[in-house]
């Protein structure tokens, strides 16, 4: 019985050490935010990054045809981007109005708006998270 009360309180004194590094933030897993831009296929997200005000992006056109974007909107900004896209080519588009807090973390949809050469109007939606650096875009 001695045996295994000295387990336990060893135990005891483990739990104890991960809730206090818990406590004062040195076990946050918010700073082990995985970067992620995930879009449906056809456009592709070559880079990104996320400042206080804005979010930046690097878009690939992978349709096969040229796009028009009437617009990039982000969950929680109130900004938006627009402009051209032609195949196979890579932009760079940024959505500025968001109030996001420094090293905070962000994890928002994303929607993009765009027509083809036939004029017909799509909407395609994807999945930002990252963790917010200092700065504007």
Known sequence: MEFVMNYGWAILVVLV????????GVLNLD?????????????????FKVNTNSVTFVLRNGIGKDLTISSIEV???????????NNGQANTYVVDGCNNGI????????????????????????????????GTG
């Open 17 to 24: 050490a991960i809730g206090a590094l818990a406590y004062f």
């Open 31 to 47: 700073k082990f935010v995985p970067r992620s831009c995930v879009l449906k296929p056809g456009i592709g997200c070559d880079d």
């Open 75 to 85: 969950e929680d900004c109130t900004g938006a981007a627009f402009g051209t896209l």
């Open 103 to 134: 090293d905070s973390r962000f994890d928002k949809e994303i929607n993009i708006s765009y027509t083809t050469d036939t004029g017909i109007s799509h909407v395609m939606a994807g999945k930002v998270v990252d963790t917010v650096e200092n």
